[in-house]
């Protein structure tokens, strides 16, 4: 057997699909998804349309993944994560779900799970880290490596540890986006999926 597939699994036409991929109860791909070798995915996640989901990539629960969106090689999404149509991913990217890990500790320590949010066409560079409950507004560029801990409300190109703003973007990188990108699955029925699969969630503000 080359892959584990819920019997429940949703998906649209043209699914590509590679070997020793694991698909739990509740996830739904839309139309010309492509799933590489060796991916995971768990329960509740959502793929839109025209999308790509490289080898060894994981979503690790509940997570909202757009239209067009490309996520390469070795990428961890969280649950708890929303992804906005056009975002690249790129190889060894890592979101969170989480500021307080409570292993083994005090009851006193908050058991909550954050909502991390990456706006349209915004381009994430190899293995960049994003901290739980992060909103990232559309069209942001997130060199590699750089370590996100706290919103990022302007458009620009981010570097650094912590991530600060190192320039505007250049025209060659703007895109036309729709009128409801940076909240476009801030939907009822969205929030309300997740929380279906994460019932301690708590959500970010809208920027």
């Keep these: 057997m080359t892959a584990i597939i819920a019997k429940d699994f949703k998906h649209g036409n043209n699914l ?7 698909i739990e109860a509740g996830v739904t791909v839309g139309d010309d998804v492509k799933i590489g070798h060796r991916v995971t995915l768990k329960s509740g996640t959502r793929i839109g349309n025209h999308s ?12 909202i993944i ?6 390469r090689t070795g990428a961890i999404i969280s649950k708890a994560t929303i992804i906005e149509d056009y975002c690249f991913i790129g ?10 890990v409570n292993h083994g500790r005090s009851h006193k320590i908050p058991d909550v799970q954050l909502l991390t949010y990456i706006g349209y066409g915004s381009i994430l560079g190899s293995q960049a880290s994003i901290l739980a409950g992060v909103i990232i507004v559309p069209q942001v560029i997130i060199g590699g490596g750089t370590v996100v801990i706290k919103n990022i409300l302007e458009r620009g190109v981010y570097v650094g540890c912590p991530a600060g703003k190192l320039s505007d973007i250049s025209s060659d990188y703007l895109m036309s986006e729709p009128e409801n990108a940076g909240r476009m699955y801030r939907s009822t029925e969205m929030m309300t999926h ?7 969630l ?3 503000e809208s920027p």
Excluded: M, R, S
């Design 16 to 22: 590509q699909i590679g070997e020793f991929v694991i």
């Design 52 to 63: 790509i989901i490289d080898d060894h990539c994981i979503t690790t629960g509940a997570c």
């Design 66 to 71: 757009g239209n067009h969106v490309n996520i």
């Design 91 to 100: 190889p060894g990217i890592i979101t969170n779900h989480t500021k307080h």
């Design 194 to 200: 997740l929380k279906t699969y994460i019932p301690n």
């Design 202 to 204: 708590k959500l970010t």
